[in-house]
């Protein structure tokens, strides 16, 4: 089992910025694929960024292309999603999640695990 733990969230004003960061224990014996999904009140969950085990490749969702980056830093177990010039329409709970098949995508059914989610309110 592996557990996720995400943190950073909280209230910003749009144009600002917030890092969010993931940590993960437990039984981490093999690479993993990690993304960030997101879910607003009264919508599915929607798939964010994801990033390779290498960190060298990495995919967005088109409506946060050019504003968020996701990173990671295997030595700590921790990934991280940079989220530049936020919006209004980014306010959700966002969540981490690994990949035990470390092949990117974007579909949620292809995740093992899950953080417990943190939210990020974006105030016009």
């Known amino acids: 089992q592996v557990q996720l733990v995400e943190s950073g969230g909280g209230l910003v004003q749009a144009g600002g910025s917030l890092r969010l960061s993931c940590i993960a224990s437990?039984?981490?014996?093999?690479?993993?694929?990690m993304g960030w999904f997101r879910q607003a009140p009264g919508k599915e969950r929607e798939f964010v960024a994801t990033?390779?085990?290498?960190?060298?490749?990495?995919h967005y969702a088109d409506s946060v292309t050019g504003r968020f980056t996701i990173s990671r830093d295997n030595a700590k177990n921790t990934v991280f999603l940079q989220m530049n010039n936020l919006k209004p329409e980014d306010t959700a709970v966002y969540y981490c999640?690994?990949?035990?098949?470390?092949?990117?995508?974007?579909?949620?059914?292809?995740?093992?695990?899950w953080g417990q989610g943190t939210q990020v309110t974006v105030s016009s």
């Open positions: 999640a690994a990949d035990r098949a470390n092949v990117p995508t974007m579909r949620i059914s292809d995740y093992d695990y």
């Open positions: 437990g039984r981490i014996f093999s690479p993993y694929v």
């Open positions: 990033i390779t085990w290498s960190g060298h490749g990495t």
